[in-house]
């Protein structure tokens, strides 16, 4: 799956998941595509790599 993304020059791109992880650590973007539209870097949640765990709204349904 290539995910579609605006660099900070204006460029587009479609990247694999695990370059979007690199891009978003090196401040290179400055939006992707989401499944529910673009998001922003700096004013939408966004994971920061795996390694930092995500801080966002959780959309997972709690298995109970």
Request: some cysteine; proline content about 2%; overall charge positive.
């Amino acid at each position: 799956m290539l995910i579609r993304v605006i660099y900070k020059d204006g460029k587009f791109d479609m990247v694999k998941p695990q370059m979007l992880d690199n891009l978003l650590k090196e401040n290179k973007v400055t939006s992707f595509m989401r499944s529910n539209g673009w998001a922003f870097v700096g004013r939408d949640s966004i994971r920061r790599g795996s390694s930092e765990g995500y801080w966002g709204e959780e959309y997972r349904a709690s298995c109970v």
